[in-house]
């Protein structure tokens, strides 16, 4: 992780409820300060082994000194973005990160080409192959 981002960044860490344990200790690892975390709520009941889950998060956390674009002080944590395939991220979330966020901006695993969004994900397997 810390080849992919700037000194001063943002970092948008999705994360299901059962990672949550997990993903903290793993933001703080790449050198992120956990700030908040943002909930999409899902209107169709998802999996889960306790509960069933309605919710996904993304934990927003910062590298270095650097607050939100000014958005960000009029943003909610709460999100009813519409759901779409499999693991897919909703649009709006996009929005977000634009709004509230500095360009440059990254994703790992992308499964959409955003010309605003750099693809950081390299297909080591497809790399192996040729």
Known sequence: MAEWADERCHLYLWVT??????????????????KAVHTWT???????KYFR??????????RGTVGTRSAGMATPTH???PV???????????????????????????RQARPD????????SREAAE
């Open 79 to 81: 999100h009813a973005w």
């Open 42 to 48: 899902k209107p169709e009941l998802g999996r889960g």
């Open 84 to 110: 779409g395939e499999h693991s897919e991220k909703p649009e709006g979330f996009y929005d977000l990160v634009r709004r509230c966020s500095y360009p440059p901006f990254g994703e790992a695993f992308q």
């Open 117 to 124: 969004f750099v693809n950081l994900f390299r297909d080591v």
């Open 53 to 62: 889950n309605t919710t996904e998060h993304v934990l927003f956390g910062v």
């Open 17 to 34: 409820n059962n990672a949550l344990a997990v993903a903290l200790p793993l933001l703080a690892q790449w050198g992120f300060a956990y």
